[in-house]
Nanobody, 117 residues
Framework: QVQLVESGGGLVQPGGSLRLSCAASTFTFSTYAMRWYRQAPGKEREWVAEITTTGEGTGYGDSVKGRFTISRDNAKNTVYLQMNSLKPEDTAVYYC??????????WGQGTQVTVSS
């Protein structure tokens, strides 16, 4: 069983920055593509960002392009989401997600991000 634990959420003012971390409890972390999703109250779960196993390829949802950056450190079994120029509409629970080449999927417990003045 692969466990994913998010951290780094909290309260930040509009225009501010926050960095989320997701630590994975697997010795084969480098074989998993990683994603971040988010879900706001009353809204559907939204894909935020993805990164390939090697870290060479990334992708972003339209709502966060140019503001968020996903990265990974395979030596630390950790994926990150750097969030800049935060807006109130970024307020949501952010979830870490992992998938391997055999389509095994794992979800983290989520971390709350609140953007408010």
């Amino acid at each position: 069983q692969v466990q994913l634990v998010e951290s780094g959420g909290g309260l930040v003012q509009p225009g501010g920055s926050l960095r989320l971390s997701c630590a994975a409890s697997t010795f084969t972390f480098s074989t998993y593509a990683m994603r971040w999703y988010r879900q706001a109250p009353g809204k559907e779960r939204e894909w935020v960002a993805e990164i390939t196993t090697t870290g060479e390829g990334t992708g972003y949802g339209d709502s966060v392009k140019g503001r968020f950056t996903i990265s990974r450190d395979n030596a630390k079994n950790t994926v990150y989401l750097q969030m800049n120029s935060l807006k109130p509409e970024d307020t949501a629970v952010y979830y870490c997600y992992a998938i391997d080449g055999s389509n095994h999927e794992y979800w983290g417990q989520g971390t709350q991000v609140t953007v408010s003045s």
